[in-house]
């Protein structure tokens, strides 16, 4: 699987192994208009291969005429050992709507504020509740855990100078632990129960660091939520 296929290295990937004698190379880009697709059609793409993923993860025999996908008896073989949860990630109120009615599970949008995610929740819920879905919603963060407050800023803001990924303090995990761990108390608060996080840092020691931070301290303490 290549990511980011449509340009630069991933592009470049692609064609080396095409030309290596590579059969088959599963490629994906962000841009859904690489592959000759207008972009107005992607949420319509998207609830039809829900639907479609879903039958065929549960061992059905599917056939499926839609606007965009044509699936003829197709059925997958050996099943998954493990149930595969589908989760959709989403950014606006329309998304966390889409993701009660179609998925296990809401990965919210990383950038969003916590106004923005607590209006968002409620959307989700909703839907999922009227899908007869049990809501999942996961929180997605980019985090770095140093030392102290002070540590923390010293190492992020520079980095947050430069303008990381168009975001501030309000939608990050940064700080000594405890404010960490308060940050994750305040979330859970809300309604999430599960973080996905990302470090922030590049440097490999200073995010080793951080995740041993959040070992020794974040994570004994944020059990038991």
Same mark, same amino acid.
């Given at each position: 699987?290549?990511?980011?296929?449509?340009?630069?290295?991933?592009?470049?990937?692609?064609?080396?192994?095409?030309?290596?004698?590579?059969?088959?190379?599963?490629?994906?880009?962000?841009?859904?208009?690489?592959?000759?697709?207008?972009?107005?059609?992607?949420?319509?793409?998207?609830e039809?291969?829900?639907?479609?993923?879903?039958?065929?993860?549960?061992?059905?025999?599917?056939?499926?005429?839609?606007?965009?996908?044509?699936?003829?008896?197709?059925q997958?073989?050996?099943?998954?050992? =493990?149930?595969?949860?589908?989760?959709? %990630?989403? /950014? !606006?109120? +329309?998304?966390?709507?889409?993701? &009660?009615?179609? @998925?296990?599970?809401?990965?919210?949008?990383?950038?969003?504020?916590?106004?923005?995610?607590?209006?968002?929740?409620?959307?989700?819920?909703?839907?999922?509740?009227?899908?007869?879905?049990?809501?999942?919603?996961?929180?997605?963060?980019?985090?770095? =855990?140093?030392?102290?407050?002070?540590? %923390?800023? /010293? !190492?992020? +803001?520079?980095?947050?100078?430069? &303008?990381?990924? @168009?975001?501030?303090?309000?939608?990050?995990?940064?700080?000594?632990?405890?404010?960490?761990?308060?940050?994750?108390?305040?979330?859970?608060?809300?309604?999430?129960?599960?973080v996905?996080?990302?470090?922030?840092?590049?440097?490999?020691?200073?995010?080793?660091?951080?995740?041993?931070?959040?070992?020794?301290? !974040?994570?004994?303490?944020?059990?038991?939520?």
């Amino acid at each position: 699987m290549v990511s980011g296929a449509n340009r630069g290295l991933g592009a470049a990937f692609c064609r080396a192994l095409l030309e290596a004698g590579a059969s088959k190379v599963y490629a994906g880009a962000r841009d859904i208009e690489s592959f000759g697709w207008e972009m107005r059609t992607r949420v319509g793409r998207l609830e039809e291969l829900a639907t479609v993923v879903r039958a065929l993860l549960a061992g059905e025999r599917v056939t499926f005429h839609g606007r965009y996908h044509t699936v003829v008896s197709a059925q997958i073989s050996p099943l998954p050992r =493990v149930p595969v949860s589908l989760w959709l %990630a989403g /950014t !606006v109120p +329309e998304a966390a709507a889409r993701a &009660g009615r179609l @998925g296990d599970a809401w990965l919210c949008g990383q950038n969003a504020s916590p106004a923005e995610l607590k209006a968002q929740l409620a959307v989700y819920r909703e839907a999922a509740a009227q899908a007869g879905r049990i809501p999942r919603p996961v929180l997605r963060r980019d985090i770095f =855990v140093g030392e102290t407050d002070t540590d %923390a800023r /010293t !190492v992020v +803001e520079p980095i947050l100078a430069e &303008g990381y990924r @168009g975001t501030g303090h309000d939608t990050l995990l940064v700080g000594g632990p405890e404010t960490v761990i308060r940050q994750l108390r305040e979330y859970r608060a809300m309604g999430f129960e599960e973080v996905m996080v990302r470090h922030i840092v590049g440097d490999h020691q200073q995010m080793l660091e951080s995740f041993e931070r959040i070992g020794r301290h !974040v994570m004994p303490a944020i059990r038991g939520l």
